[in-house]
């Protein structure tokens, strides 16, 4: 079954969304509405369907809410809400029954979402010594480089290119990327 502009329109407004909100989870704040119960309804709601989206959001919020997302954190509970109410109502059939085999689908993907969080995280460590080394020097402008470069690998498993980074670093100076 192909999408139709319109529906590719609602997984752009959605992925968009989602990124807006994925935010909240190191870069900006922690306001919480990176959850489930805040991803589900809001996500629903741009797909035409708040309810299910907060259906699909409580019953996330409902299987995680007891372990504190610290340390070696197993699942990426938002992201399980948000693949699940796109499925679903991007399905031929959405509906209660379509969302839970929608939210049984999405629990191997938000493992391998917080699989590639905890990979992009040490990606991005490894700049703060090259910042550092900098910075010692008096290269002001390598702080600016490494946070657009940092800012090019998200935490939820989307990257921009890195020549494009690169480029951003190299812009200020003699900084290279190594």
């Given at each position: 079954?192909?999408?139709s502009g319109e529906g590719m329109g609602q997984i752009l407004t959605v992925a968009w969304v989602y990124g807006l909100l994925a935010l909240d989870h190191i870069a900006v704040g922690q306001f919480m509405l990176s959850r489930p119960l805040v991803v589900g309804p809001l996500l629903g709601w741009c797909l035409g369907n708040a309810p299910l989206g907060l259906l699909a959001g409580a019953?996330?919020?409902m299987f995680w809410v007891h372990p504190i997302p610290v340390g070696h954190w197993p699942?990426?509970?938002a992201a399980v809400a948000a693949l699940s109410i796109t499925w679903c109502q991007l399905s031929s059939h959405p509906g209660r029954g379509t969302l839970t085999l929608c939210l049984l689908l999405a629990i191997p993907c938000g493992i391998v979402v917080r699989h590639l969080d905890i990979w992009f995280r040490r990606q991005n460590s490894r700049f703060i010594p090259w910042v550092s080394e900098?910075?010692?020097r008096g290269n002001e402008g390598a702080l600016g480089g490494a946070v657009a470069l940092a800012g090019f690998t998200a935490p939820d498993g989307v990257t921009l290119p890195y020549p494009y980074a690169a480029a951003v670093l190299n812009t200020s100076g003699t900084n290279r990327v190594v």
């Open positions: 079954m192909a999408l019953s996330v919020e699942i990426d509970p900098r910075l010692e």
